[in-house]
């Protein structure tokens, strides 16, 4: 069993950036894909970045390539989301996942934990 807890949301103005942390308890972190998901206001929750048990793979929606960088620490239990040049469209409330299956999948159903979220709001 894995718990997950987030931190690091907050208000920012448009271009800003912001540094999302997720913090597992648990000796079996490094045994997870570990993900970032994210819910807008009215819309379905969508995949934003993973990252593989090594953290040597990683895969971006392509909505926040090249803004949004996924890491992690297993030495820290801990996956980061660094989000850049942050859009009013980036505002949402964001998750951290565990997939055990290590298949990097994008799709929600292969991750069994989840994290509470945290909120992202970008002004413009």
């Known amino acids: 069993q894995v718990q997950l807890v987030e931190s690091g949301g907050g208000l920012v103005q448009a271009g800003g950036s912001l540094r999302l942390s997720c913090a597992a308890s648990?000796?079996?972190?490094?045994?997870?894909?570990m993900a970032w998901f994210r819910q807008a206001p009215g819309k379905e929750r969508e995949f934003v970045a993973l990252?593989?048990?090594?953290?040597?793979?990683?895969d971006y929606a392509d909505s926040v390539r090249g803004r949004f960088t996924i890491s992690r620490d297993n030495a820290k239990n801990t996956v980061y989301l660094q989000m850049n040049s942050l859009k009013p469209q980036d505002t949402a409330v964001y998750y951290c996942?565990?997939?055990?299956?290590?298949?990097?999948?994008?799709?929600?159903?292969?991750?069994?934990?989840w994290g509470q979220g945290t909120q992202v709001t970008v002004s413009s």
């Open positions: 996942a565990g997939d055990p299956t290590l298949t990097l999948q994008r799709s929600e159903r292969y991750y069994a934990y």
């Open positions: 648990g000796r079996t972190f490094s045994r997870y894909d």
């Open positions: 990252i593989s048990w090594s953290g040597h793979n990683t």
